[in-house]
């Protein structure tokens, strides 16, 4: 499990443009570590899909789709990026 956590923060860390990488890894650095398989599965579901599609949901500007919906992505949703120093 802890190969995948690495492989899935890598992931999330390399999207396609920086506000994704920001939006993403920092949410994967926070929570990764917590989530079982079940999470995990839906994360790695959510780096599946193109980054601007998961990009609009994430700030407002579609809604996501019955089929899309996990509760890591309402997680995803509601989390709130800050800056670190450094």
């Known amino acids: 499990m802890d190969a995948r956590r690495r492989k899935l923060k890598f992931r999330a860390w390399r999207r396609g443009f920086r506000e994704m990488d920001l939006l993403m890894g920092s949410f994967a650095d926070q929570y990764l570590d917590q989530y079982g398989e079940t999470e995990l599965d839906q994360f790695e579901a959510?780096?599946?899909?193109?980054?601007?599609?998961?990009?609009?949901?994430?700030?407002?500007?579609?809604?996501?789709?019955?089929?899309?919906?996990?509760?890591?992505?309402?997680?995803?949703?509601?989390?709130?990026?800050a800056a670190q120093a450094g």
């Open 46 to 81: 959510l780096l599946n899909l193109p980054d601007w599609e998961v990009y609009a949901w994430l700030v407002g500007q579609a809604e996501v789709p019955d089929d899309q919906r996990s509760p890591v992505l309402d997680q995803l949703i509601a989390f709130k990026y």
